[in-house]
C-alpha cells in the first residue's frame, strides 16, 4: 500500500515550457486535491475533485489544469510556465465520508521556473 | 474570507518541555480541526484531529484543546523530543458543501538540547 505517489519529485522548467504532475492514490479515495506552497508558508488549493469526473476551482487555479483521469489519478497540468509557479506540489486524497475529513499527502514534487 | 491563522510563526522549546501550539481560526461555523506535521523536505502527515462537539482529545504524547467561545485552537505536545522538530499545521473545514480543508500558515517549532 503505497499512499499518495507523486512524480516527478524535481524538475525545472524554463519560463513558457509546458509539463504536467503526475499523482495517484491506491486507498479508493474518492476525494483528490492539488496544493503548491513557496518557502514559509502554508498550503494553498490549486484544484480537487470531489470524486471521479468532476473538478473544482480552489484558492488559486490560475494558470493551472487539472484532469481526473479515473478513481485513482489526478492530474495537474502547467501550459505555459512562469516563475512564479516555482514551488512545491503536494498533491492529496481523502475519503470524505462518515466524519473522516482527514486528508493523506503524496511526497511532493520541487518544482523551478526559470 | 474563510482563514486560519496561528498566532506565532516560530516557537522554540527545551527538549522534554511541553510544547504548545496554537491557531485561531476565523469560521464559527466550522465542525472538524486537524494538525499536520511537516518535516522538511516531506508531506504533511495527520497527528490527530477533533470535531467541534468536543472540547480536547488526546493521543499519544498529543492533545489538541478545541475552544469555540473564542474560536482557538492549540496542540500539545509532552515531553518534546528531537524528532518532534517541524511545521505544525492546524486546518479547518467548513461545511459549506465543498470537500475541502482550509490550511493556517503554520508554526516552525524547534527542539533545543
Known amino acids: 500500500n503505497a499512499g499518495v505517489t507523486q512524480t516527478p519529485k524535481f524538475q525545472v522548467l524554463k519560463t513558457g515550457q509546458s509539463m504536467t504532475l503526475q499523482c495517484a492514490q491506491d486507498?479508493?479515495?474518492?476525494?483528490m486535491y492539488w496544493y503548491r506552497q513557496d518557502p514559509g508558508m502554508g498550503l494553498r488549493l490549486i484544484y480537487y475533485?470531489?470524486?471521479?469526473?468532476?473538478?473544482d476551482k480552489g484558492e488559486v487555479p490560475n494558470g493551472y489544469n487539472v484532469s481526473r483521469l479515473n478513481k485513482r489519478e489526478f492530474s495537474l497540468r502547467l501550459e505555459s510556465a512562469a516563475p512564479s509557479q516555482t514551488s512545491v506540489y503536494f498533491c492529496?486524497?481523502?475519503?470524505?465520508?462518515?466524519?473522516?475529513?482527514?486528508?493523506?499527502f503524496g511526497p511532493g514534487t520541487r518544482l523551478t521556473v526559470t | 474570507g474563510e482563514s486560519v491563522g496561528l498566532h506565532l510563526p516560530t516557537l522554540s522549546v527545551q527538549e522534554g518541555d511541553n510544547s504548545i501550539i496554537n491557531c485561531a481560526y476565523s469560521?464559527?461555523?466550522?465542525?472538524?480541526f486537524i494538525w499536520y506535521k511537516q518535516e522538511s523536505g516531506k508531506g504533511p502527515q495527520f497527528i490527530i484531529d477533533?470535531?467541534?462537539?468536543?472540547d480536547k482529545r488526546q493521543g499519544q504524547r498529543v492533545t489538541v484543546l478545541l475552544n469555540k467561545t473564542v474560536k482557538h485552537l492549540s496542540l500539545q505536545i509532552a515531553a518534546t523530543q528531537p524528532g518532534d522538530s517541524a511545521v505544525y499545521f492546524c486546518a479547518e473545514r467548513v461545511p459549506s458543501g465543498a470537500q475541502k480543508l482550509v490550511f493556517g500558515q503554520g508554526t516552525r517549532l524547534t527542539i533545543n538540547p
Open positions: 492529496a486524497s481523502s475519503e470524505w465520508a462518515g466524519g473522516s475529513y482527514e486528508q493523506y
Open positions: 486507498m479508493n479515495h474518492n476525494s
Open positions: 475533485s470531489a470524486s471521479e469526473g468532476t473538478t
Open positions: 477533533i470535531r467541534s462537539n468536543m
Open positions: 469560521n464559527s461555523a466550522s465542525d472538524y
